[in-house]
């Protein structure tokens, strides 16, 4: 197990869900409800100064896994001081798509939110501003989820194709 | 007193649409501005208006066929969007060492080649909209030579769709390093001839100077990469803090601005462009010989002349084409140095022909939220060489 | 400038000191050498436009170089680039408030037809919204492609009748109001 790994495990305890290395990534999966708590320390932790929230997105496991852990919010961070790298994830549910938003630890995931909040419908509590992003507001649902159809065309003028 | 004056006047403020579709943008964004006479107090950016549904296109076709979708990202620099994705599936496949040292090099060349494109048109299409034609045609004219390098190499002058799995789409044309020397000492006069007419010229530093300034510090907190990252003084690149490709063996220096604003990012872009030359010569030098293609044919399709006269190749190619090449389960983020910053790929398998998950990270897309940070407090008009230098590519940030 | 053959012989019979022609052809032949264009660049097909209008392939010298960033002072819409559901009430837009007579200008696969977006949030081709007069198809077109598209624009300006015109709005209207 990577070094970074361990790391989380001694101070997380069973926070942490689960955590694998593949092909040199260092993953941990931790719960949601500690999300916050485990972020800061993350990014304030001499040893982990994980300044940069380089990217987050989710992906939809449907139909892989039990509907309580459809999506994964993944968020990857990276140290600018320590230069290393660390995948952190959260389970999210199908019936109760929410988790807490990080924008209060770092800014740039403002817009991070909210573009899964359009692609994958999953919501942000406490995010300041949870609106679709790069679609528009009259559509419905959330075309990055594997039951939306490629092809579902909603145009705000002209025919359907 | 002077606060009795302003009560007096009155201060409404006005609320001003720029975009979608502006002249002095590049790339479609709506910007809506909150201003105090020409001050702007506050800035909200619309942007998805070139959403073109990149990641459900990767996961509705083979593993292969996302690389015409990767050109598209960020065009201007469409090899380098390439090299980013295979590298990740090369990586997710374990088979990442096993790439042959000539490709290594090619796509080195390539990367730089398209990095050198990218900077000629942001810096080229920024002094237009500020008015400064002329310097605008110098660099249209020395990215259409680079250009027709790239076009030697794989065909294309601006999507170039050259890279594959475990090789490339084809080997360099003969003579190339020659054509390589002959468009750098043209481009040379050309970027001379920009850094005169510009660089020390009144009207432009007095538009890019202290504007759309970021500190060190936001920068970091808004997840800024590349050439304005460095702008505001934090020396991270990922080409040095993790070296992919070929960029552990060759020698160049990455610049580093100090005040974060319009000026140091123009500065930056300008000296990496000579960087990147830098690179590509000693690529060049030290190119090896060999094969171009990883030997697999379950990875790599085997030659035509092979498929039509080897059963076993046929085969292969056939399974390759429908069935997509088979990707291990697993998932993996691998970053890259693109021409506005960190590309990482975040792809995820779950076993089979078809990526499950195939995540870019958008540099631009983190530049852009920004825009409202950098822009308060400032004028009207300072939107626009700070839009134009965190270089707004609609296929990227809205994907 | 005769139009027929009799009217040649009518215009040799009087020395050329006299042009017998209709006013359709005259307006048309000098309608197809000044273009305004209105780019309206939305994606990767920009970069291309960049080098048409560029110093070595030089939009100049069809008459088509100067870009009116006004879509009231324009007369051919250049579409250059993808256009998302999104986009297509904007698009709409600047058509409408283009004075007439105007012309359409799709630049690109995207633009003709979709491209290789076939999705849930791009057009399927402006045609589906707007009246095309010339498509270029190209994922980017090369710039000779757009130049061969001009000639071909300005071909069909020139034999224009003026009955054609007022085309009037385009016919879709958007289905919610912003």
Redesign the interface.
Known sequence: MGRLIDLCKRKLGDTVLSAHEQHGDETVVIRKDALLTVLRWLRDDDAMKFDFMMDLTAVDYLGTRARSERFEVVYHLFSLKNNHRLRVKTLVADDDPVTESVVTVWVAANWFEREVWDMYGIIFKGHPNMKRILLYEEFEGHPLRKDYNIRKRQPLIGPEN | MENRHQLDLNTELMVLNMGPSHPATHGTVRFFIKLDGEKIIHMETEIGYLHRAFEKHCEDGTWSKAFPYTDRLNYNSAPQNNVAYALAVEKLMGMADKVPARTVYIRTIMCELSRMADHYTNLGAATLELGALTAFLYFVEARELTWDLIESVCGARLTSNYVRIGGLASDLPEGFAGKVKEVFAKNRVFWDEFDKLLTKNRIFLDRMRDTGAISRDDAIAYAFTGPCLRAAGVEYDVRKASPYLAYGNVDFDIPVGTTGDNFDRYLVRMEEIRQSERIIEQCLAQMPSGPININDAAVRNPSKEEVKSNMASMIFHFKNTIEGIQVPKGEVYVPTEGSNGEVGFYLVSQGGGKPWKCRVRPPCFALTQAMGHMCKGSFLADIIPTFDMINLIGGECDR | MGVTREERNIEAALGDSVILTQVDKVIGWGRKYSFFLYP?????C???F??VA???YDLDRFGAAL?R?SPRQADLLFVV??I???????L?K?YNQMAEPKWVFAFGACVCSGG?????????GID??LPVDVYVPG??P?PEMVFDGLLKLQELVANERSSKWPRGKSQ?????KR
């Open positions: 309206f660049i939305t994606a990767c920009g970069m291309e960049m080098s560029g110093p070595r870009p960033f680039g993808t998302s559901h999104k986009q297509a009430p904007i709409n600047v290789m977006y076939n999705n849930y949030s791009t057009v399927q589906t919204i994922c980017p090369r879709y209207e958007p289905r919610v």
